[in-house]
């Protein structure tokens, strides 16, 4: 690492997903926060879209008298709409949201001034794009106004953009306010996820891939141009594993300059008797859940298995999972009962109105329910993919079945219907989770699993498991983190080594699994963010000295 140690006096974080859950990166930023706000003690300040016209915004508390001068010229002189407050999470950092719909008019001077000054191509624009951008120029606009009203030329000051939909966001305040450091991160690289989404080999012929080419080839031009221009133009480049810095050397044309993996924070894990009680409840829920579902008393000791993260079928290893649990089912040799949890946000109708009724009436169910491999009725149920393998693979869920398998098709926000809890306290309740991913950047979901004492197993074309073999073999799920080599061609292999790992943590009595348990929070404070902010502190340098340079 950098041995130069200049670091900023005021840092701008903006995301997407600032008080918006809508994927793994609110994760990344709302667990970074604590480390960050001890940091810099609310001299971080957190930028976020107002997306939430009729609800309250989740996590933010308003807090009248924070920046309340700056507030008020804002909204009066530079006709921002702004709501300032805090995130509700560990450290609770100050949070802008920002309602950015009344940029629109700007667009086509914006997309013109970013193409005159910088190259980013955005004619062939859809779907997201143009939101994405206007959110980011209203992020700028914020930055921009705080900057001039509390005079900060004198300061050192860095903005850091997540994601090609914040690159505007950079690009402007580098040409508006040059004094200011800049740093962009890529989670994945949009031509990437695309690559490896539309079942094309991303990782045996990456050396050959071109990304502007294949841009055109897959209707990404607008979103490639635009994160590659930002990954070549901002103070500092980074993005969170090697294996995504690979990928933007190829397809960006541009190395990174510092590789910031993605922690976790402890305070997210209750430990003691509240963790145990905690486990208790989790797997009452699923256990409970499971045999209103299917009809018939399931073993309190069952062996309970989970998957889940966006619905990428074949990106996120769904597929291989579901056939990895048919291999557990049919193997005879499998001697525990098991349920295997598929937790993956769909496209849901409705939480299911039977199930509903007798979890709420707690009704003794004496046959299944109709479909029942599912607690949410989804639209197109059809031609959903997950159900589809489900069936054709020729799971029963019957008594008689050793293994059953449960999709659930929605978030887990403590308000679906059947559930009601969050994620983390569905999570604890685990015995073992599976994330055997084709493309993953960084990979929370191991990580988090590991932090709340459960073992899990990964591969070699994620991040975070290319992190974890660094530190244990991987060849063995007593390690905590079992990790398997997966390329693009051997579905089969990695179905065959996941079943393996299964069966074997089955076979472990209560003293084995707790020296397990214990090995996966060691091997989770390694990755906790008090030791990776020091790749970020590298970052902000880098981005300093370039700012500097730049300006001189």
Same mark, same amino acid.
């Given at each position: ?330 193997? &005879?040799?499998?001697?525990? !009962?098991? *349920? +295997? %949890?598929? $937790? ?6 409705? =939480?299911?109105?039977? #199930? ?86 960084? &990979?929370?979901?191991?990580? !988090?699993? *590991? +932090? %709340?004492? $459960? ?6 074309? =994620?991040?975070?498991? #290319? ?86």
């Amino acid at each position: 690492m950098s041995n130069i140690t200049s670091t900023p006096e005021y840092l701008f974080e903006s995301s997407w997903e600032v008080c918006n859950k809508v994927g793994g990166i609110y994760t990344v930023l709302s667990t970074k926060a604590h480390t960050l706000q001890q940091l810099f003690k609310d001299k971080i300040i957190f930028i976020g879209p107002d997306v939430w016209t009729n609800t309250e915004a989740s996590d933010f508390i308003e807090e009248a008298t924070l920046f309340a001068d700056w507030k008020k010229h804002a909204e009066s002189v530079d006709k921002l709409k702004l709501k300032i407050g805090r995130w509700n999470v560990p450290g609770m950092p100050p949070v802008i949201l920002v309602d950015f719909k009344p940029y629109f008019e700007d667009r086509d001077q914006l997309f013109y001034t970013m193409w005159e000054s910088y190259k980013v191509n955005s004619l062939n624009a859809y779907g997201d794009y143009d939101e994405s951008c206007i959110f980011a120029y209203a992020v700028a606009k914020v930055i921009e106004s705080f900057y001039r009203f509390y005079k900060l030329e004198t300061k050192k000051v860095a903005a850091l953009f997540n994601e090609w939909m914040l690159g505007m966001g950079a690009l402007y305040i580098q040409k508006q306010i040059p004094a200011i450091a800049t740093l962009f991160t890529t989670h994945a690289t949009s031509i990437g996820r695309s690559i490896a989404g539309n079942n094309k080999a991303l990782y045996a012929y990456m050396d050959g891939y071109n990304g502007d080419q294949m841009a055109t080839e897959l209707n990404m031009e607008a979103k490639h141009s635009l994160e590659k221009q930002t990954a070549h133009y901002v103070d500092c480049f980074t993005t969170v594993s090697d294996i995504t810095a690979r990928e933007c050397k190829q397809l960006l044309d541009k190395e990174p300059d510092i590789v910031t993996p993605n922690g976790f924070e402890r305070n997210f894990v209750p430990d003691g008797k509240e963790y145990t009680k905690k486990r208790n409840a989790a797997r009452q829920t699923l256990i409970n859940v499971a045999e209103k579902l299917l009809g018939y008393p399931i073993s309190p000791d069952a062996l309970l298995i989970s998957t889940s993260g966006r619905y990428e079928y074949r990106n996120k290893g769904i597929d291989v999972f579901i056939e990895a649990m048919n291999r557990v089912r049919t193997s &005879g040799r499998l001697q525990r !009962e098991a *349920i +295997a %949890f598929i $937790i993956v946000p769909a496209w849901v109708r409705d =939480a299911r109105a039977d #199930l509903k009724e007798v979890i709420e009436k707690d009704i003794k169910t004496t046959s299944p329910l109709q479909v029942p491999f599912i607690t949410h009725w989804l639209h197109q149920m059809r031609e959903d993919k997950v159900l589809n393998y489900i069936m054709h693979a020729g799971f029963t869920n019957t008594a008689a079945d050793k293994l059953k398998i449960i999709f659930v098709p929605c978030y887990q926000d403590g308000h679906d219907g059947i559930f009601n809890k969050v994620y983390y306290d569905l999570l604890i309740g685990m015995d073992v989770t599976v994330y055997p991913s084709y493309y993953e950047p960084w &990979g929370y979901t191991p990580l !988090e699993s *590991i +932090a %709340f004492g $459960i073992p899990t197993i990964t591969t070699n074309l =994620a991040g975070f498991g #290319l992190w974890a073999e660094k530190t244990v073999s991987g060849n063995n799920i007593d390690e905590g983190v079992a990790v398997i080599n997966r390329t693009d061609f051997n579905y089969f292999e990695v179905a065959d080594a996941i079943t393996n790992f299964i069966l074997s943590l089955a076979q472990k009595d209560k003293k084995e699994i707790e020296t397990i348990r214990q090995r996966c929070f060691d091997l989770a404070g390694k990755a906790e963010w008090s030791k990776f902010i020091a790749y970020y502190q590298t970052a902000f340098s880098i981005a300093l000295e370039h700012a500097k340079k730049r300006k001189s």
